[in-house]
T-cell receptor
Framework: DAKTTQPTSMDCAEGRAANLPCNHS???????VYWYRQIHSQGPQYIIH???NNETNEMASLIITEDRKSSTLILPHATLRDTAVYYC??????????FGSGTRLQVQP | DTAVSQTPKYLVTQMGNDKSIKCEQN?????MYWYKQDSKKFLKIMFS???????INETVPNRFSPKSPDKAHLNLHINSLELGDSAVYFC??????????????FGSGTQLSVL
């Protein structure tokens, strides 16, 4: 699976959009981009995933660049409950999900 | 109803003991997993079972033995516990295991402390 690079930590003001970047420059054509998050002391939680097109669901939006070498997870109106570690993962269906070190997002009141 | 439930939530034991962690999912999924999260917070896949058959075994010591009595349950038995086994263990499930649109659902974790 392609390696991903994420900032170690980010801050965001409550109510503002949180934009979390991820680089995956070695991604191959059949690898999907997944985002999960882990709130303190809980199990990881699926957020969103995509292949080429931008995706939106009730939790977030995923913007994938045209060359697919990077993506951005957008939480449109961050709340204190969104404080968590966010993991960007690329994988094909044949491999298990492999987590990196993620981005620690701190939402400030 | 909790989709993926694991017990116990906390487990404190002495070195050398044998212990088990249980996991159950009520989502009707075919595939279940065990992940280990160490003190540095890295989450690593340990095992994966699909319909009671082992499909992933990631160089885990053979003191760790997963058992899947049916596709809704995946238990983790650990023999001769060592200090380095202290970690949080997460169980997870997914509908099929090998699809490109697989979403994993995780349990809330079991914090194992070996003294």
């Amino acid at each position: 699976d392609a390696k991903t690079t994420q900032p170690t930590s980010m801050d965001c003001a409550e109510g503002r959009a949180a934009n979390l970047p991820c680089n995956h420059s070695t991604i191959s054509g059949n690898e999907y981009v997944y985002w999960y998050r882990q709130i303190h002391s809980q199990g990881p939680q699926y957020i969103i995933h995509g292949l080429k097109n931008n995706e939106t669901n009730e939790m977030a939006s995923l913007i994938i660049t045209e060359d697919r070498k990077s993506s951005t997870l957008i939480l449109p109106h961050a709340t204190l409950r969104d404080t968590a570690v966010y993991y960007c993962i690329v994988r094909t269906g044949r491999r298990a999900l492999t987590f990196g070190s993620g981005t620690r997002l701190q939402v400030q009141p | 109803d909790t989709a993926v439930s694991q017990t116990p939530k906390y487990l404190v034991t002495q070195m050398g003991n044998d212990k088990s962690i249980k996991c159950e999912q009520n989502l009707g999924h075919d595939t279940m997993y065990w992940y280990k999260q160490d003190s540095k917070k890295f989450l690593k896949i340990m095992f994966s079972y699909n319909n009671k058959e082992l499909i992933i075994n990631e160089t885990v010591p053979n003191r760790f033995s997963p058992k899947s009595p049916d596709k809704a349950h995946l238990n983790l038995h650990i023999n001769s516990l060592e200090l380095g086994d202290s970690a949080v263990y997460f169980c997870a499930s997914s509908p099929h295991g090998t699809g490109d649109n697989e979403k994993l659902f995780f349990g809330s974790g079991t914090q194992l402390s070996v003294l």
